[in-house]
Structures are given as structure tokens and as C-alpha cells.
């Protein structure tokens, strides 16, 4: 998808989402209309197909996959090892240790990067810092993980090593051949995100 497509889109709900999060004083992360959009339109938020294979192939622990579509649709087909939360519960508090961690790599997904662009920006608006966006969502990863176009023999070798590595990743996670095996040489094009941790939060004092 074109990035100046992929800004317009996410432009159109930016103004009820910052709108929707609620002001809490004791989180005062809540960013302007400006510094949201700057972070969108630079895509901050994405994760390209390749290096969410990669992590999927090299069994990364630190990746956490959130399939934020409905149950139903959850139910018919996921990324291995995902789990589901819906976007219409994103804010419920059952999983806000999921969402607000320092030790997971969470990437949003949905069909298309629509609404795990909203999820992306409603946790952003909230400081949670360890969330992105599968790029292009479940149709991007099927056109170029699961069934990668094959590039002329006369493509440059990085083309081609790429369509090895994305069919050798395409065979491991249906559960066929090892992609290290079939391409140990690839590496993605898109630098693997840090997890950047944040400060726990103090337990209330007293109890029981």
C-alpha cells in the first residue's frame, strides 16, 4: 500500500481517537493532534511482513502477535501464535497488561492496517510504547509471504534471495521446510524494532 494512501487513511479517524482517550492525570501522555499525525505519517508504527516472518521463523519470544478482528474471524484463520483481543475491547482493562509491557513486542493485525492503525493509535495515545502495525495487514501477508510473485531470473540477486527467504518462511509456518534452512543469509529490510521499557507501576499502598 502507498504510504500517501496509508496517511489518508489514517488521518480520517485521528481526530475522534485522540478525542476518544480520556484525559488521566495519572497519565499524562496524551500527544497532540500534531505529534500523532508526525509519527503516523513517518510510519513509526509499521512492521513489514518480512520481519514479522522472520521473528515467526526464528521463534523470537519476544514477538507478540494481537489479532484484533473479531472472535469469528479469529476463529477461521490467524498468525501462529496470536492472540485475539477485538478492537472494540482494546480499552478494557483485562488487557492492559498485554498492551502496557515492557517485555513483548506487540504487532497489531487486521485485514488491512485500517483498524490496527486505530489500535496502534489509541495505545500510542495512552504511552504505551511497545505496539506496532503489521504493514499492509493479513492481505499484504498473503501476497508477499504465502504466495510471493517470482522475480525474473534476471532480478537482482537481493530480489531474489528475498522471494527465497519468503517461500522457504511461507513453507516453515504452514508447518513445511525450515526457511533458515532454504535462505540463512536473508535479512529483512526493516531494522527490528527495540522494546522500550517502561516504568512499572508502584503498588497502591496499604492493602491486603
Known sequence: MRPLKILAIAIVPLGLIIAAVPENT????????????????????????????????DKDPTLQLIDIRSSSEFEKFSLPGAVNIPLENLLSPDFEEVLNQDIKLNV?????????NQAWMITRQLGYKNNYVLQGGLNY???????????????????????????????????????????????????????????KKKGAAGGC
Not at 531474489?160 to 513445511?176: H, K, P, T
Open 141 to 199: 501477508w498473503a501476497e508477499t509471504i504465502l504466495k510471493p510473485e517470482k522475480p525474473a531470473e534476471t532480478s537482482p540477486n537481493e530480489e531474489i534471495a528475498r522471494y527465497n527467504f519468503r517461500m522457504g518462511a511461507s513453507q516453515a509456518l504452514g508447518g513445511g521446510l525450515d526457511a533458515a534452512a532454504t535462505s540463512p543469509s536473508v535479512k529483512s529490510d526493516a531494522p527490528k524494532p527495540v522494546i522500550q521499557k517502561t516504568k
Open 26 to 57: 495519572t497519565r499524562p501522555y496524551k500527544l497532540t493532534a500534531e505529534e500523532l499525525l508526525t509519527e503516523v505519517s513517518e510510519g513509526r508504527q509499521f512492521m513489514a511482513p518480512d520481519e514479522v516472518a522472520k521473528m515467526l521463523v
Open 108 to 116: 497489531f493485525y487486521s485485514n488491512s492496517s485500517n483498524a490496527a
